[in-house]
Each structure stands twice: as C-alpha cells, then as structure tokens.
C-alpha cells in the first residue's frame, strides 16, 4: 500500500481532512524535502519521512494539539 492510500484511510477512520502537496511541483518544497518523500505532517509538525505508519499516524492524529 502507497503513502497516500494510508494517509487517506487512515484520515478517513478518524474524521479528518487531509491534503497532499506534490513538492516537486514547488521549487522550495521540492528543495527541502524532494529526499524525504513521503513526508507527513500533524497539525503543522513534521510527523513522519520516507515511510508512513498506519498506527502511528492514528496515534498522533488521536493525540491532543499541542
């Protein structure tokens, strides 16, 4: 399973949006993570590089803002 099929189901289970950003779409993006793709980020922090875990991601997105 790719990065966004977890990201969108996962957001899905928990009733949050979600959008995705093709950084190399942006020169500044494609700049400061083109070696770090997927990149997830919670609540504006970075969360996750080079993989995504559907459990950790449920973790964070159920744990309060900080």
Aim: hydrophobic fraction near 50%.
């Amino acid at each position: 399973m790719d990065a966004v099929e977890i990201v969108s189901g996962v957001c899905h289970e928990a009733g949050v949006s979600v959008a995705f950003v093709d950084v190399d779409s942006d020169p500044a993006l494609k700049a400061e993570f083109s070696d770090h793709v997927p990149v997830t980020f919670v609540d504006g922090q970075r969360h996750a590089i080079w993989h995504v875990d559907a459990t950790a991601l449920r973790a964070a997105l159920a744990a309060p803002f900080s």
